[in-house]
């Protein structure tokens, strides 16, 4: 019999990985913003089961495996998916379409199994080695996401092959590295306590500009500091 307070964080696992399956079905429809959204909901599933898990004290190995294989459907698989459904029609891409979709939802998975094998079901929350694969997925989805809403507000055709491609292989390039990279909520630690929750609401009321701003941030924060360390460690 399973002890109920693992029930709550599992369900919420299974939501992220619902999302993720609608996620894909949405870009095999062409419909790119729905995909995009389920993507971004399998966020916040995402999230919330950890948080649930450890305000229950409700960790468990199943439950971290359960985590990464519903976090390969939603952050691996269903991004690459999107990736591929959205190079598709472009002709100059035909021949790299397939490979870079795969390519990125291959680093993915690779990154989950490294983080398994590293690390174990706690309530602590440690820095990473090489880029969380959320964030993987937030660099595809965010850009997807700020190009459209400047062409639909401002008329304005941003998007980029040439960039997409760019963006979605640095994402996987970053995620099986062995860059630290820091929680969120140390890369944005010097929001103070009492501004957090309108930081939030703000960032939330603006998350089709302001997500990928803060998908930028982080990746050049974490990168900045790892190349300043090992400008330092040289000259020592």
Request: proline residues 4%; neutral net charge; contains cysteine.
């Amino acid at each position: 019999m399973v002890e109920r307070k693992y029930i709550a964080p599992n369900a919420i696992t299974a939501a992220n990985m619902f999302l993720g399956y609608l996620s894909i079905t949405a870009s095999i429809a062409g419909d790119f913003s729905k995909a995009i959204w389920f993507i971004i909901l399998a966020m916040v599933c995402d999230g919330l089961d950890g948080k649930t898990a450890r305000k229950l004290d409700a960790f468990s190995e199943f439950g971290k495996e359960f985590d990464s294989f519903c976090d390969a459907i939603s952050f691996g698989l269903a991004p690459g998916i999107l990736v591929y459904s959205v190079l598709k029609s472009s002709d100059s891409m035909k021949s790299f379409v397939i490979p870079i979709s795969f390519i990125y939802a291959l680093c993915g998975v690779m990154r989950l199994v490294k983080f398994n094998i590293v690390t174990t079901a706690s309530s602590e929350k440690d820095d990473f080695s090489g880029m969380p694969i959320p964030s993987g997925a937030s660099v595809v989805c965010s850009y997807l996401l700020f190009v459209e809403v400047v062409k639909t507000n401002f008329g304005m055709d941003l998007f980029s092959n040439e960039v997409f491609v760019g963006l979605t292989l640095l994402a996987a390039i970053l995620m099986v590295s062995t860059i630290p990279f820091k929680t969120p909520d140390k890369v944005f630690g010097f929001v103070p306590k009492k501004l957090t929750i309108p930081f939030v609401i703000l960032i939330l009321a603006t998350l089709k500009y302001s997500m990928f701003v803060v998908t930028c941030y982080y990746v050049l924060v974490n990168l900045t500091k790892f190349f300043t360390d090992r400008s330092k460690e040289a000259t020592e």
